[in-house]
C-alpha cells in the first residue's frame, strides 16, 4: 500500500468510526436528561387532573382529556430513556436504581403497566364522564407509585 | 358577629385563599422546569431526524414519522411553559429573555410559526417522502432559530 493509499484508508476508517459515535445514540447524561423531562411533563400534566379529583379545582373535561393525551404520550415515549448504561454508574444527578437494568423485565412490565393505564386514562377522559375519569386517574396514579417502590431512590 | 362565626368565617377564607392558591397554578421555578423539559424532548426527537438528513445514518420512514409526532405535540405543549411571571426576575436558571413578555405579540407569533412547521413536518413524515421531509424539517428548523436568536440568552 502507498502512502496516499494509507492515508486514504485512515480517512476513512476515521470517518466511519465518527459515523459509528453518532449512530451509537446518545450520551448518558444526555438520555438522563431526556427520561427527567418526560417525568417532568407527566407530573406537569398529572398535577392539574389531580386537582380536579381532589376537588381542588373545578372539573374540567377539555382540560382532562388534553392533559391525559399528554401523559399517554409521554408514559410512551419513557422506554427510549432507559437505555442500557444510562443508570447511576454513568450518571451523576439520576433516581433511577441500577435495579432497573439487573431486573428489567420486571421493570419493563411495570412500565407496560403505566403505558396501558395510561392509554385508558386518555380513552376515559376523551369520554369525559368524571367518575370513570377519577376511577382510572387513581388507576393510572397506583401504576407509577408501584415502579417509584421498587426502581426510584427516595 | 359572635366568636364562632368570626371563627368560621376565618376558616372559610383561609379555605378560599388556600384554594385560589392551588387554582393560581405552578410555581415560576415549576413553570421553567417544564418548558426546559418540553425544549429537552423537542431536541431528543429532532436530533435523529437531522442525523437522517445530514447522511449520518440511514434514513428510517417509521423513526421519522414518530419523532416528528413528539416534536408536534411538544410545539403545542410550548405555551403553557411561558406563563407571565415565570422570566428571569423570578427564576435562577433560565434562557429565556424578558423580551418574551416585553414583546409578547411578537414571541407568541415566532412560537405560532414553529408550532405550525411542526405540524406540516408530523403530516409530511407520515408520507414518508424523504425529499419533501429533508426540505420540510430545514423550515422547521428555522423557526427554532428565528425565535432562539431574539429570544434566547446565549
Given at each position: 500500500m502507498n502512502k496516499l493509499c494509507?492515508?486514504?484508508?485512515?480517512?476513512?476508517?476515521?470517518?466511519?468510526?465518527?459515523?459509528?459515535?453518532?449512530?451509537?445514540g446518545p450520551k448518558p447524561e444526555d438520555t438522563a436528561e431526556y427520561r427527567q423531562s418526560v417525568f417532568t411533563i407527566i407530573g406537569w400534566n398529572f398535577k392539574p387532573i389531580g386537582a380536579m379529583v381532589k376537588g381542588e379545582v373545578p372539573f374540567?373535561?377539555?382540560?382532562?382529556?388534553r392533559h391525559a393525551q399528554y401523559i399517554e404520550m409521554?408514559?410512551?415515549?419513557?422506554?427510549?430513556g432507559f437505555s442500557k448504561g444510562?443508570?447511576?454508574d454513568a450518571v451523576?444527578?439520576?433516581e433511577a436504581k441500577p435495579e432497573i437494568w439487573t431486573n428489567w423485565d420486571q421493570f419493563n412490565s411495570k412500565l407496560n403497566n403505566f403505558e396501558q393505564e395510561a392509554t385508558k386514562?386518555?380513552?376515559?377522559?376523551?369520554?369525559?364522564d368524571e367518575?370513570?375519569?377519577k376511577a382510572q386517574f387513581g388507576k393510572t396514579a397506583e401504576t407509577c407509585k408501584a415502579?417509584?417502590?421498587?426502581?426510584?431512590?427516595?
Open positions: 494509507i492515508s486514504l484508508a485512515s480517512g476513512l476508517l476515521g470517518l466511519s468510526v465518527l459515523t459509528a459515535a453518532n449512530a451509537a374540567d373535561a377539555a382540560a382532562v382529556a409521554m408514559s410512551k415515549a419513557l422506554l427510549e444510562s443508570g447511576p451523576k444527578h439520576t386514562l386518555a380513552e376515559v377522559a376523551k369520554g369525559g367518575g370513570a375519569i415502579c417509584h417502590k421498587e426502581f426510584r431512590t427516595d
